[in-house]
């Protein structure tokens, strides 16, 4: 595993040295190897730093983040870190690698690039010397993609754009259920009532309804990727001369 000294890790990093220090002060980084007056850093280091920032971009605060570094070092359980990060894991199982075990995932394909990507998108964060995947499904479709040759960095591009599909669907469901249901209904039995009255702590029609939004999202998939299918392998080929 590289080392860095701090201002190579601060390099590496994309930051100023004096923010490393900072975060040094704040706990946010794990203390780092001393040789004598000189502190030296690993690729761990590096990826807490990766994480750091991209929790920042995402809108998390400094707290916020100390408070999950905190939770990571007295073993919070992994369950409990989509509470943290705002991330609804509910219907994800979260898998824990170590940095060798993700890299066996993706061979030759773990560059400081896609790492980087992953970490935007949220699909990894850093716990210790462990590596927090945010989804089995993905992890292991992510893998298939890869080991039938596309490029990792690809399957996180398009994993970007599905993103961005994927919420303005959530949104438009949501909006749906919203609009037409939550109004009218008596949280005390979750059954309609048209006054929208109710205090109890029946599951909300959003929650309730949430599968029948997936099967309509995943036959339209289906159906269109038939259509697609269909179009290409009909369209007449043009006759070589």
């Known amino acids: 595993m ?5 201002e190579e890790l601060a390099e590496a990093a994309g930051i100023p040295v004096r923010t490393l220090r900072f975060y040094r002060e704040r706990k946010l980084l794990p203390p780092p190897r001393r040789e004598g007056r000189i502190a030296w850093y690993d690729d761990q280091h590096l990826a807490r730093l990766r994480t750091i920032a991209a929790l920042l971009e995402r809108g998390h605060t400094l707290g916020g983040i100390a408070e999950l570094t ?87 591009e398009t994993a970007r754009r599905v993103r961005e599909h994927a919420d303005a669907l959530a949104a438009l469901f949501t909006d749906l259920i919203s609009t037409h249901l939550t109004a009218g209904t008596d949280t005390d039995t979750g059954t309609g009532t048209g006054t929208g009255t109710g205090t109890g702590t029946a599951e909300d029609p959003v929650t309730r309804l949430r599968p029948l939004a997936k099967s309509v999202v995943e036959a339209e998939l289906t159906m269109a990727m038939d259509r697609l299918h269909q179009s290409r392998t009909s369209t007449p080929q043009t006759p070589s001369s």
Request: avoid cysteine; glycine fraction near 10%.
């Open 2 to 6: 590289r080392e860095y000294r701090t």
């Open 70 to 156: 905190a939770a990571f070092e007295h073993g919070r359980d992994v369950g409990q870190l989509g509470e943290l990060l705002g991330i609804g894991w509910s219907e994800e199982t979260p898998v824990r690698l170590t940095p060798e075990a993700l890299a066996d995932y993706f061979e030759g394909e773990v560059t400081p690039e896609n790492l980087a990507a992953s970490l935007d998108l949220g699909y990894l964060a850093t716990d210790g010397e462990e590596i927090v995947h945010v989804s089995r499904r993905l992890l292991d479709v992510s893998s298939a993609l890869v080991g039938e040759g596309v490029p990792l960095a690809a399957v996180l």
